[in-house]
């Protein structure tokens, strides 16, 4: 059984960062991709940003230039650094990982962006 564990969350000022992290059970070569998503109260959860396990990243337009999606094969993690947060990015964060037909999920970590 998979597990996604995210950690890194917390509350900061706008223009602030944090660094999301999400540590897999096993080996994070199987995955063809990992992502990050998100979801603020009262809305839909979107994709925020993805990596495949060739590398490519893809990010939603509205974080473009401010996050960073990466990781670390031999930690078996992958980050999410956030740079110039704003409050719109309050949100439960969740790490997200593909095999096949097969969709895992960690239980999320709090972003709150204070104004």
């Known amino acids: 059984q998979v597990q996604l564990v995210e950690s890194g969350g917390g509350l900061v000022q706008a223009g602030g960062s944090l660094r999301l992290s999400c540590a897999a059970s096993?080996?994070?070569?199987?995955?063809?991709?990992m992502a990050w998503h998100r979801q603020a109260p009262g809305k839909q959860r979107e994709l925020v940003a993805v990596?495949?396990?060739?590398?490519?990243?893809n990010y939603a337009d509205s974080v473009k230039g401010r996050f960073t999606i990466s990781r670390d094969n031999a930690k078996s993690t992958v980050y999410l650094q956030m740079n110039s947060l704003k409050p719109e990015d309050t949100a439960v964060y969740y790490c997200?990982?593909?095999?096949?037909?097969?969709?895992?999920w960690g239980q999320g970590t709090q972003v709150t962006v204070s104004s």
């Open positions: 997200n990982a593909l095999r096949g037909s097969n969709s895992y």
């Open positions: 096993g080996s994070i070569f199987s995955f063809n991709a």
């Open positions: 990596i495949t396990s060739g590398g490519t990243r």
